[in-house]
T-cell receptor
Framework: SQQGEEDPQALSIQEGENATMNCSYKTSINNLQWYRQNSGRGLVHLILIRSNEREKHSGRLRVTLDTSKKSSSLLITASRAADTASYFCATAYDSWGKLQFGAGTQVVVTP | NAGVTQTPKFQVLKTGQSMTLQCAQDMNHEYMSWYRQDPGMGLRLIHYSVGAGITDQGEVPNGYNVSRSTTEDFPLRLLSAAPSQTSVYFC???????????????FGNGTRLTVT
């Protein structure tokens, strides 16, 4: 069963707008990670937030984590056409740090 | 720096055939894993390894075998292909195991497998 569930499943925005996607999970975690996948390619790591952290920034990315609600959000500010991709959250939930992925959010950014 | 290399990129099999998907990494990562990606399902863990000689099952291991004879290589074997194994397969590796799990996965570009 999927640990992480992303919402929305798809998002269409224009360049310059912000994109926000959410991830909910079911059990306690060690960390939560966000990945991007361009069409036909492997996943690329974007950002990792540990269970004792609440917010993290990396360039135009902002991630929040609320362990009491078992949820996380990824905000991409000032979107560009190159941000068009699928975005996945993944939770590390056991002592080996195995990752469980959600089904992803497809983001389309139009010029 | 090649990272994680998967071969082949595409493969078509007939039901009942066997094959091996290759995965190699040049980052000296201890942890390696195989995922399959199906539409609407995200990625599901098939098998993983925390070092040479050590492998374990993930979420969907049936129909697949793995071995880890070297740090660099982690092949995935399909024993008798079935149409349900039509999927995109990703190999991923990570530095460290156990308490060092706060490090990201590095993915290959995938193998697209079709079983007819």
């Amino acid at each position: 069963s999927q640990q992480g569930e992303e919402d929305p499943q798809a998002l269409s925005i224009q360049e310059g707008e912000n994109a926000t996607m959410n991830c909910s999970y079911k059990t306690s975690i060690n960390n939560l990670q966000w990945y991007r996948q361009n069409s036909g390619r492997g996943l690329v790591h974007l950002i990792l937030i540990r269970s004792n952290e609440r917010e993290k920034h990396s360039g135009r990315l902002r991630v929040t984590l609320d362990t009491s609600k078992k949820s996380s959000s990824l905000l991409i500010t000032a979107s560009r056409a190159a941000d068009t991709a699928s975005y996945f959250c993944a939770t590390a939930y056991d002592s080996w740090g195995k990752l469980q992925f959600g089904a992803g959010t497809q983001v389309v950014v139009t010029p | 720096n090649a990272g994680v290399t998967q071969t082949p990129k595409f493969q078509v099999l007939k039901t009942g055939q066997s094959m091996t998907l290759q995965c190699a990494q040049d980052m000296n990562h201890e942890y390696m894993s195989w995922y399959r990606q199906d539409p609407g399902m995200g990625l599901r863990l098939i098998h993983y390894s925390v070092g040479a000689g050590i492998t374990d099952q993930g979420e969907v291991p049936n129909g697949y075998n793995v071995s880890r004879s070297t740090t660099e290589d982690f092949p995935l074997r399909l024993l008798s292909a079935a149409p349900s194994q039509t999927s995109v397969y990703f190999c991923a590796s990570r530095a460290g195991t156990g308490g060092a799990y706060n490090s990201p996965l590095h993915f290959g570009n995938g193998t697209r497998l079709t079983v007819t």
